[in-house]
């Protein structure tokens, strides 16, 4: 319900609690994963009176405190958005979290996207995990990364996120929605975050999809940290190389040779110009 927050406390039921005002005043909002104290009013309600400072929090989605951002695609259905594939890993650099591409619906992957996945992302130490929630395909290998970890799922509609963690733990039965035939596209199925615990010790954050997130407070002189694929060849000549138009330029070379993916490298350049058409605004 609209302005009550969920909270867990050891040994007890979940508590259904307010916010203190003072947090609406400071324009501070308790998101999904914030560590909070509460005071107990009875009958199962509380107030939280303390949000304890936040490792990280991330904007889309609301949620605070992650150690890994699994960052989910269909093969097909949708077909896979590769810059926001590149713009999720960004932000997840920039936060300092653990990265698992997870595709979906590899049972009707005829295009082999999975595969370009890999290859996109081949000098990168990220997990790469294909699977199928229709064929029971991948399930164990998504349960040993989500293991220990605070994960957030983030991708667009449709996906499978809520369908993976229902395939994962059948006791959750989160709902799911069909993809458009028309527009191959999701129906914005899930509408707000919700931590749930899908393995013992593994929680994970189901999240509404989106299509569109901005790269915000990062500058164009960061931007490359974030591709860390990139940091293999970076023997540039000049130590901030941009990797645009300059000579002697080790990952223009890698690009060439075909060690570094060639569409990744042209969504870098998107990504740089976006970020300095930002610049102003964030510095
Ligand atoms: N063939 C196939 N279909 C799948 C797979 N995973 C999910 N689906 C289907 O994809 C559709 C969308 O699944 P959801 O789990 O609702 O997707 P979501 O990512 O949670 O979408 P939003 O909540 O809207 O962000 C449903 O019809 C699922 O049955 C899969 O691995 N293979
Ligand atoms: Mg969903
Ligand atoms: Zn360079």
């Not at 269909?74 to 958005?81: L, Q």
């Not at 299509?211 to 990062?218: N, Y």
């Amino acid at each position: 319900m609209s302005g009550f927050y969920y909270v867990k406390v050891p040994n007890e039921p979940v508590f259904e609690c307010r916010a203190r005002g003072k947090f609406k005043k400071n324009n501070i909002k308790p998101v999904v994963g914030d560590l909070v104290e509460i005071q107990a009013i009875g009958n199962g309600q509380g107030v939280i009176e303390i949000i304890l400072p936040r490792k990280n929090c991330l904007v889309r989605p609301s949620v605070a405190n992650i150690d890994q951002l699994m960052v989910v695609f269909a093969a097909t259905s949708p077909e896979p958005d590769f810059l926001l594939m590149d713009r999720l890993t960004v932000l997840a650099e920039k936060n300092k979290l653990f990265v698992t591409i997870c595709i979906t619906k590899t049972d009707l992957d005829d295009r082999n996207n999975f595969n370009k996945v890999v290859g996109r992302y081949s000098n990168t130490d990220y997990n790469i995990i294909g699977l199928s929630n229709k064929l029971n395909r991948g399930i164990e290998d998504i349960k040993d990364v989500l293991a220990g970890k605070l994960s957030t799922l983030s991708g667009p509609s449709g996906v499978g996120k809520s369908t993976l963690i229902n395939t994962i733990n059948p006791n959750f039965k989160l709902n799911v929605g069909d993809v458009s035939i028309k527009t191959k596209r999701g129906k914005h199925t899930t509408t707000h975050c919700e931590l749930l615990e899908v393995i013992e010790d593994g929680f994970v954050v189901d999240t509404p999809g989106f299509t569109s997130l901005e790269l915000e407070g990062i500058s164009e002189y960061e931007l490359a940290k974030y591709f860390p694929d990139f940091n293999k060849f970076n023997n540039c000549q000049f130590v901030s190389c941009a990797h645009e138009n300059e000579e002697l330029c080790g990952v223009k070379d890698a690009v060439k040779s075909g060690e570094l993916s060639k569409e990744r490298y042209k969504n870098y350049l998107l990504l740089l110009q976006e970020v300095r058409e930002n610049g102003g605004k964030y510095r």
